[in-house]
């Protein structure tokens, strides 16, 4: 007998997630009839984003679709296409999409709200999953779209040591920016400004991080990357550079608390400072995503970007490897192989 | 012998401004020796425009360039030349500049935060106060170059009848907006409706705020301009369409309390949504003000855009009129003809 294992929402969060709000399930697994557009997939990779926290708050803080409780938690994965009655997808494909931490699910690519898109025969899935994914995606156009980063220019990120924040820092060397990096611990603010493309480091769990953006930014932030909000987002509105721009890519600080991610203390230093903050969601690029590819591509093989990520191994250990990026347990992007 | 009265800063106001934080001043005027680049001012009309409120503050908390205990305020005004040693302006010209709030003083344009512009001869001085003013420029820039408005896009203005909102509603619905206005009051409310330009008006003093928003955008709102801050900017928050701009232009809830002007409650909205907030400040485009002007005086010939001011008369009266904004006692851009 098949089984289709599954990792369902328990219960929602209070507070920090914890493995407990996850809970394990197992069915017999027997092939469903397809209707047209389906596939039926397997999952070989899940991605633990951040993002995917929000899906667990009640329907009101969930932004985007609520995940009911009992049902299968989904996020970013790589499947294997074992039926398929859509035109572009064929059996033996691999595929990104937005899929159920299940190992067998039928999905509808038409209907899905993130685009699901081929992986090339010639590409490592795991590299899909990281150096590909639409966490680098959302590095490339929070930078290059929303950021509008010119040579020259200093450059601040939240959440620099992980997923979209690692790729931020190397990107905007590319740029020609002066990368300021914020992450949490000191090895990563190490390896940061060793290898990771910063220019300087700053550890908010040991610093006075005001004072430490003052030294560090002389001449004020013309571009601040957001992963973390809270505190940081604070201090960042302190010492945006006249016209700069904030890009809001997520708000981790607050994804754990039973609070929503309060904005600036101060809006006339928006008015004043002529600053534009923007959100932005990397699904609204993927007219353009084959570009940016080829760019993420250029860049590694001229050894500008390096890929880091953490891949973790089993089913089994989904909630755990999710749980550790809101302790910051993580290296980059953190994969889980099932 | 000629005086030379002013209106000095006796205190910095705590919470509400009120007049016995000005105090009046007189001195025996003797013309100054003017250095090259100086001019000397009669001062005719002072426009009681909010932002000075900011700049009553400590110099931490005015942004640019706080007014010291005992100097005179300063603020926008329609001023005569009276001597002149610039090489671009001449005696008995008529200019707008930011000047102190006193009868004579000398200006050095080229050192100007804000613009120094002569009135032309075949345009009455108060109507460069109010029609031509920075407050109507304000308005042209804030909203079609920070909010981008197209045909048929709802937009949301709060201190709808203020001096730049009550500009925003009516070059809103020349772009072919639909407008919802927020003001105080039933009159105004009313007023805005009828002549205003605002297809709804909405008293946020009588009204559940939230509840009337969301009756009058079924569609969201896709461009909010905001003058006020504070609760109308959550509430419209909540109301954004996707790809929305907030539009910042002032904050005027906070000025008069202790507090800053606090930030959305909930910046997850603004990545979801997509939305971009903007700070801007009408002094950088200073080069494109001519044109500005052409398009402003081409639909007040067309009897598109309608002057509305509130004038009052006498030096004396000035710290009146500038508290009576606080208070929501004007209509329209107000004005002291000295």
Not at 153 to 158: A, E, G, N
């Amino acid at each position: 007998m098949t089984l289709n294992r599954a990792w369902v929402l328990a219960r929602r969060p209070e507070g920090a997630v914890r493995t407990s709000d996850f809970a394990y399930q197992e069915e017999a697994f027997a092939a469903p009839l397809l209707a047209e557009g389906e596939i039926l997939v397997r999952t070989r990779i899940i991605s633990c984003a951040p993002t995917i926290r929000n899906w667990l708050n009640p329907p009101e803080r969930s932004y985007r679709g609520a995940i009911g409780i009992g049902e299968p938690i989904r996020g970013m994965a790589a499947v294997e296409v074992l039926e398929s009655r859509h035109g572009q997808f064929s059996v033996g494909q691999w595929l990104t999409a937005v899929a159920p931490w299940q190992d067998y699910a039928v999905l509808r690519p038409d209907a899905a709200a993130v685009p699901v898109m081929a992986i090339e025969a010639s590409v490592d899935p795991v590299d899909a999953m990281t150096l590909y994914s639409p966490n680098s995606l959302t590095a490339y156009f929070g930078l290059f779209t929303v950021g509008e980063p010119k040579s020259g220019m200093t450059l601040l990120v939240s959440g620099a040591a992980g997923s979209v924040g690692g790729m931020v820092c190397q990107m905007a060397r590319i740029a020609g920016c002066r990368v300021i990096a914020v992450a949490g611990g000191q090895d990563k603010c190490r390896w940061l400004e060793e290898e990771g493309g910063a220019d300087v480091a700053i550890d908010y769990r040991s610093s006075d991080l005001p004072a430490a953006l003052k030294a560090a930014s002389p001449d004020g932030i013309n571009i601040f990357f957001d992963n973390v909000g809270g505190d940081i987002l604070q201090a960042a509105v302190d010492r945006m550079a006249p016209h700069g721009r904030i890009v809001l890519c997520g708000q981790l600080a607050a994804y754990d608390s039973n609070e929503p991610a309060a904005g600036p203390q101060d809006m006339m230093k928006l008015v004043y400072g002529r600053i534009r903050m923007q959100g932005f969601v990397v699904g609204d690029y993927a007219d353009d995503y084959a570009s940016a590819i080829t760019s993420i591509r250029r860049w590694e093989a001229e050894g500008r970007l390096r890929n880091r990520y953490d891949v973790r191994d089993g089913f089994r250990c989904i909630p755990n490897a999710f749980v550790d990026i809101f302790k910051g347990r993580n290296s980059g992007t953190l994969i889980v192989r099932i």
